[in-house]
């Protein structure tokens, strides 16, 4: 009886604690919603990635197929918010600056949309630290770092996928530490709930930025080492190991990847037209999408005499072109591009070397020496001996449209054809040029060198499309072609045609994350407030987001929060690698404080922070501060931790009284900053004041 008084009082004390925890979770949801939504109506116009962000709301809403780097979870969020209050997607988002108001765009409640998402991390980073088994001072503080977060706030206000991502990362976090709770409560049902909750996680985590995969890892890295302590476990049967993987696979590989897929399923039913996204897919793929303009069907055969549409396939560049423009140098004859746009500009004349008469249908075969002409202005495909006007190469021929209409021509026109590969079982494809089916080079046959492009877009005398040469020794890929369309009096009305295999959903599926993956590796252009991950940890720049007559928004983040974080991660790394070394000479040190307690949870906090930073350092794409913010994160749990370390031995009083100064120091460095959060006003000499490390370009000049 006694006992079972006491298990009832305990069970009591238990649940009002949870009361309290849950009392000051809501208290700090709705302090920290002020803190997010206080004049969120500042700047009334486009800020930083709006343009793209909100303009690919836009384009949901207009049901046009754009190409995009990231999955579109998050984007199909603001989407539907952007729906639930109102907004039409007629505003286009073209430019930073553009007035929100002359339109009435619902902005504000779009950026509240977002904003909500980054309260949210704020209360489950309280919960993260109390189901870690850490005080209410711990808990209170480290949530209240995520909220005075000068970047995050900065970053949660505007429509970006930030915050959501983050949301979702910090909720999968949370769900594998109350998983790990229950690991005396093998297959009981909060068991399976926190793990299943783990793995939707993660799937809605990839499906807003593939940097979720970064936080997959950190839970990967986690079973993988439960695995092996139950592994280590004489006690536990092989069949109980079997039964823990299979559970893990379902609930953390296959639920993210169902999730992740049907992201993808609702992306594709939402944009059924053709939009400013067709040309970076294959035709394939573009023969799905409403509004189309080539013809799902041609000839199978290419004759000479016939007119035809050549594809490179090594990029996403698209059709062969010409235009009547001159080059501003080199040898000023007519530019010859890739335009990814259907164009009667990109139709040419194939007809044999040594005459332009045709009077017998005859195939173009394997070896064939060939000249091109472009039909609307009679200019024959030309390379000789002068260099492109974009570059000095040796190796690198100018590509250009020579002629007119009865000039005879000379060898530089000629290009010999050699069929390099074929799709389909087309006995046909290898032999002779065949639509669609033969891949091919066109090699010049006076300089020796190959038809070729690659991601390089001309400057404005070139319309900014790509660049094509004719290149040496050039890589096999940037030199192959294929013909799209072929039209010819010479075919009988009952020749045969080719017409494109239609992609079912996963087709389109790996289409489009294989070119989301090469889109992504081709962001390198250099932005001037871009910056690398060495500069983050001690935020040496920041993001300057909008600007007009002296007000600004500026990202940067609270500097006490980023550097006392940083600090406890290198303390970390410095104490790991001390114990270690004294561990090879069996020293060990007695301490006052059982470190075991906090050396698990850091552990797991100071990966996911690694993970979540190191792989950018690999990455030779476009970055900027921004994407710390899941590495700051941890950091800043990492620093909660180290702060329920050190108040161990205080008594109560003096932990929450050092508490309290902790966050008074926080508010006073956020407050500093508080223009350049919520464009308000600052005068020149603030701003230079709060210039504290020279490579802050706040640009005080007015």
Partial sequence: MVVEEKKTKIHKITIFQKRIDWVISIILTIWTCYIRLWRISQPSSVVFDEVHFGGFASKYINKKFFMDVH?????????????????????????IGKDYLKPKVPYVQIRAFCALN???????????????????????LTALMICYENSLITNNRLILLDSILLYFIAFTLLMWINFRNQANQRYKFWWWIWLILTGVGIGLTVSCKWVGLFTMATIGLAVIKNLWDLWGNQKIKVIELVKHFLAYFICLILIPFIIYATCFEIHFNMLPLSGTGTSHMSSEFQTSLQGVKFPESTFADIVYGAKI??????????YLHSHEHSYPGGSNQQQVTLYSHIDDNNWWIINKADTDDVNDLEY???GDIV?????KTHRRLHTHDIRPITNDEKYQYEVSSYGFKGFQGDSNDNWRVEIINYDGPDPFAGERLRARRSQFRLVSVTQNC?????????????????EVTCMRDALYPKTIWRIESTESDLLPENAEVVEYEHKGF???????NK???????????????GSRPKDWPLLKRGISFWSKDHLRVYLLGNPLIYWVSTACVFTYVMYKVFIFVLAKRCISIPLQVNLSRYDSIMGFFFISWALHYFPFNLMKRQLFLHHYMPSLYMAVLMSGVFFELFTSKFSTPARWSFMIVCIMMIVYVYRIFIPIIYAEPWSKENCLKATWRSTWDLRCEW
């Fill in 450 to 466: 190959a038809l070729f492009s690659r991601k390089f877009k001309l400057p404005e005398w070139g319309f900014k499309q790509q």
């Fill in 515 to 529: 070119v989301m993956w090469n889109v992504n590796k081709g962001l390198s252009s250099v932005h001037m407030y």
């Fill in 118 to 140: 980054g309260v949210m991390v704020v209360p489950i980073a309280y919960w993260t630290m109390r189901n870690s088994g850490f005080s209410r001072p711990t808990a209170i």
């Fill in 71 to 95: 999955p579109p979870l998050a984007k199909l969020l603001i989407t539907w918010a952007a729906e639930i209050v109102g907004f039409d997607g007629q505003f286009d988002f073209k430019e």
């Fill in 371 to 375: 000249r091109l002409t472009h039909l």
């Fill in 506 to 512: 996963f087709g389109k599926f790996l289409e489009l």
């Fill in 364 to 366: 173009v075969k394997h």
């Fill in 309 to 318: 549409s050549i594809k490179h396939m090594g990029t996403n560049g698209g």
